[in-house]
């Protein structure tokens, strides 16, 4: 069991970057599914969550109008499209499912730095 991130990189600021999170292991379907993200320094923080049905998602505040969270649960995959980018932005983004059991399950991060 265990979820996979990618999409991270480098980016300049304004751009755009997409960050996918894979599940293997169970189906995402049963999962309130979450991103954080933890830049240097500071403190995990939650970005963007989405329910298991994805009928509702919320933002954190400094991302809302720029973030979109989304899950296409055929494909056992959840994204964060990413627009609008900003320094501040830049941080290890992890994936985070919370399945209806009580399980938790952590991906390992994807960096994302956003730097002209």
């Known amino acids: 069991v265990r979820v996979v991130e990618s999409g991270g990189g480098l980016v300049q600021p304004g751009g755009s970057l997409r960050l996918s999170c894979a599940a293997s292991?169970?189906?995402?379907?049963?999962?309130?599914m979450s991103w954080y993200r933890q830049a240097p320094g500071k403190e995990r923080e939650v970005v963007a969550v989405?329910?298991?049905?994805?009928?509702?998602?919320n933002y954190a505040a400094s991302v809302k109008g720029r973030f979109t969270i989304s899950r296409d649960n055929g494909k056992n995959t959840v994204y964060l499209q990413m627009n609008s980018l900003k320094s501040e932005d830049t941080a290890v983004y992890y994936c985070?499912?919370?399945?209806?059991?009580?399980?938790?399950?952590w991906g390992q991060g994807t960096q994302v730095t956003v730097s002209s």
């Open positions: 985070k499912a919370s399945h209806l059991l009580g399980y938790t399950y």
């Open positions: 292991g169970f189906t995402l379907s049963t999962s309130l």
């Open positions: 989405i329910t298991s049905a994805g009928d509702s998602t």
